[in-house]
């Protein structure tokens, strides 16, 4: 059981646009910034967004950020048929004083 | 170009001890946190442990709490995971991970604990 709730799979047709969610709690997502990773088949996770909506160098504007309250949402659109991987959103949890990452979220770009 | 290559994996028994490592290169390594992440097979990462960039501050999941050692020598850009009693349920790719956002990680290394 994560401490951060994803829903486990999203779809949508390529050219559309997708959202994930990332349920927390008042102990982390409320007061800290929160981190979503891509992992494609095979590799490590790799950064998308930091800090609720910051993309770092070389990430495509396509791939965006937000975040209110205890839950954040990471939204894609354009879909490619690239884009299939699991996606997962992460943070620090105040009260645990560790590093938590959501279940992830299997995208299906059909 | 930021570089996190890990090493030390492969398989052990149940009981036994395994040191992991971590060179970096390509950053200013002594003023990043650094965290040992691991995924195990067909499962989504987990938080292993974190030491700030001076040593000062070190944090650990409660599944590892009392086994595991994270430590770093800022002089060597190293991390490194000391594991003890190890159990089955620590099998997983150990993934090295630089930053407070988590920002840049390693290719992994495997571990893997059975008899």
């Known amino acids: 059981q994560s401490v951060l709730t994803q829903p486990p799979s999203v779809s949508a047709a390529p050219g559309q646009k997708v959202t994930i969610s990332c349920s927390g709690s008042s102990s982390n997502i409320a007061k800290t910034s929160v981190s979503w990773y891509q992992q494609l088949p095979g590799t490590a996770p790799k950064l998308l967004i930091y800090?609720?909506?910051k993309r770092p160098s070389g990430i495509p504007d396509r791939f965006s950020g937000s975040k209110s309250g205890t839950s954040a949402t990471l939204g894609i659109t354009g879909l490619q048929t690239g884009d299939e991987a699991d996606y997962y959103c992460g943070t620090w949890d105040v009260s645990l004083s560790v590093w938590v990452f959501g279940g992830g979220t299997k995208l299906t770009v059909l | 170009e930021v570089q996190l290559v890990e090493s030390g994996g492969g398989l052990v028994k149940p009981g036994e001890s395994q040191r992991l490592s971590c060179a970096a290169s390509?950053?200013?390594?002594?003023?990043?946190?650094m965290t040992w992440v691991r995924q195990a097979p067909g499962k989504g990462p987990e938080y292993v442990s974190s030491i700030s960039s001076s040593s000062n501050a070190v944090h650990y999941a409660e599944s590892v709490k009392g086994r595991f050692t994270i430590s770093r020598d800022n002089a060597r850009n190293s991390l490194y995971l000391q594991m003890n009693s190890l159990t089955p349920e620590d099998t997983a790719v150990y993934y090295c991970?630089?930053?407070?956002?988590?920002?840049?990680w390693g290719q992994g290394t495997l571990v893997t604990v059975s008899s």
């Open positions: 390509g950053f200013t390594f002594n003023t990043y946190t």
């Open positions: 800090d609720n909506n």
């Open positions: 991970v630089r930053g407070d956002w988590r920002e840049d």
